[in-house]
Structure formats: C-alpha cells, structure tokens
T-cell receptor
Framework: NAGVTQTPKFRVLKTGQSMTLLCAQD?????MYWYRQDPGMGLRLIHY???????AKGEVPDGYNVSRLKKQNFLLGLESAAPSQTSVYFC??????????????FGAGSRLTVL | QQPVQSPQAVILREGEDAVINCSSSKALYSVHWYRQKHGEAPVFLMI?????EQKGHEKISASFNEKKQQSSLYLTASQLSYSGTYFCGTEQISGAGSYQLTFGKGTKLSVIP
C-alpha cells in the first residue's frame, strides 16, 4: 500500500498564480487533513474533512480552498498565491478506532515557494 | 489554540534520558506524540486518551494528566535514532466530536555519541 501520496513534491509559483495540491490515500480513511509547516511554528491545520463531500476550516484557512469529491482524494487550492504561503504542506488521513483513538498518517509533504 | 511544548530544544548523549512536556489551556480528549526527522513526514509515536487508554511505542512512554491538561513524553536510554523534532498534538473535548488535532511548535532533540 502507498499510504498517503502528495503531488507535486515541489512547486515554485509567482505571486498571483493559482495551483492545486493533490492528496490521495488508499487506506479507506474517513478523515483527511491539510497542514502547513513553517520554521518554528509547528504544524498548523488549514482545512480538514470528516467524509466525502464535507470540509471544515482549521486554524489558518484564509487564502486556501479545499474539496473532497471522492473519499480517497483531498485537494488543496490556492487561488491567488502570496509569498506568505511559501511553506511545506502536509496531508494526513485517519480513522477513529473503536477505542476512540484518531491516529494520523502523514504524506511526504509538498514544498511550495511563492516568489 | 496551540499547546505549549517545553523545552524548545535539548541535546543528549547516548544513553541519557529526556522528558518533553506539553500543556494546554483547554480540556483535552487526547494527546498525540509524533516525531519528525529532517526532511521527512511526522511519524506517530503515542496516543493517550482521556480515561487512560494508551497506544504507542515500545521504548518511549508518556503520561497524561487530564486535570492539568498536561502530557509528558519520556525517552529513556536515548539512542542516536531518537534525534528529531517531537510534536505533541491535542484534541479538545467537543460535543460534536473532535476531529481537529492541534500541534505544538515542537521540541528539537539531538542525541550525540
């Protein structure tokens, strides 16, 4: 199994351009998440989804949109990229175990640079 | 709101012990611990649930004080492979169910020979 796969791994954009990051998971997980990681800031939640067709805002949602049209895919879009969106983006997926534990599996990350 | 981790960084010699702390200002449902090596994705280590359920790593242990909203990660007899940045993540108690995992800023652990 591939687990959680993110594409692309690297991307350079100019200010104002748009792009979409794709996250795909093959574990049949219900929940999916997009985080961004910046030096000294840890992982901050952008948006998340608790099932196909549903999305919700996290801590830092401004400037991003998401869609979950299929259970296995979670897309993160930047409509008009800004230098402040330069970051490493991580996708994760999870399911709630019988015990109530919600363990996340992360993708390898996508490094985005906005010039 | 991000949980607060301490210390921010620690350097150990092989075989030494370390404790990493995580605290929140809100009532918690669970605390997660992840480790991230440079240039890689975070990897799950441990989860501690309200009520005492625990699932985790063979050589790393943790505690969860529900009343104080605090957790500590204990690394004993450290090995070179323990080097990395450790993140705690917290899930808050929510009537609608809690699916958001909020991470601290991380603790950088360096183990030297």
């Amino acid at each position: 199994n591939a687990g959680v796969t993110q594409t692309p791994k690297f991307r350079v954009l100019k200010t104002g351009q748009s792009m979409t990051l794709l996250c795909a998971q093959d574990m049949n997980h219900e929940y999916m998440y997009w985080y961004r990681q910046d030096p000294g800031m840890g992982l901050r939640l952008i948006h998340y989804s608790v099932g196909e067709g549903t999305t919700a805002k996290g801590e830092v949602p401004d400037g991003y949109n998401v869609s979950r049209l299929k259970k296995q895919n979670f897309l993160l879009g930047l409509e008009s990229a800004a230098p402040s969106q330069t970051s490493v983006y991580f996708c994760a997926s999870s399911y709630i175990e019988v015990t109530g534990a919600n363990v996340l599996t992360f993708g390898a990350g996508s490094r985005l640079t906005v010039l | 709101q991000q949980p607060v981790q301490s210390p921010q960084a620690v350097i150990l010699r092989e075989g030494e012990d370390a404790v990493i702390n995580c605290s929140s200002s809100k009532a918690l449902y669970s605390v997660h611990w992840y480790r991230q090596k440079h240039g890689e994705a975070p990897v799950f280590l441990m989860i501690l649930l309200k009520g005492g359920e625990q699932k985790g790593h063979e050589k790393i242990s943790a505690s969860f004080n529900e009343k104080k909203q605090q957790s500590s990660l204990y690394l004993t007899a450290s090995q070179l492979s323990y080097s990395g940045t450790y993140f705690c993540g917290t899930e808050q108690i929510s009537g609608a169910g809690s699916y958001q995992l909020t991470f601290g800023k991380g603790t950088k652990l360096s183990v030297i020979p």
